[in-house]
């Protein structure tokens, strides 16, 4: 599977919820197969791409390594919903502000 490619993000979200590569990999084998025959058929193939979610994702879970390397403790289950910070933490325009 291609780096970045639909597939491979399906690939991954399916490992983390069937919780085994083997049958990530038998659902992304059925599903291309599936696709292929369409192809075949006549069908014609739309690239669906890899974006399939928030664009800035991977700048979000950088920044909130960041702020865990500088102390704040932070719970969070994805980038959308913060729960907790103990410390204070303000942004503007100068930089990032602990207090």
């Known amino acids: 599977m291609k780096r970045g490619s ?3 993000a399906k690939y991954n979200k399916l490992v983390y919820r069937l919780g ?3 049958k990530a990999k038998v659902a ?3 599903r291309l197969a599936r696709t292929i025959y369409k192809v075949l058929g006549g069908s014609p193939f739309k690239d ?4 399939r979610g928030d664009p800035h994702e991977e700048k979000v879970k950088r ?3 960041q702020l865990k390397n500088l102390g704040v403790n932070i719970k969070h ?3 959308q919903m913060i729960v907790e910070s103990v410390r204070k ?3 503007d325009t100068s ?3 602990i207090g």
Not at 48 to 51: A, C, K, L, Q, V
């Open 48 to 51: 669906i791409g890899y974006m």
């Open 89 to 91: 933490v303000t942004v």
């Open 63 to 65: 920044l909130v390594a």
């Open 20 to 22: 085994s590569k083997n």
């Open 95 to 97: 930089g990032i502000h």
């Open 28 to 30: 992304i084998a059925n």
């Open 77 to 79: 289950n994805n980038h």
């Open 6 to 8: 639909f597939y491979r």
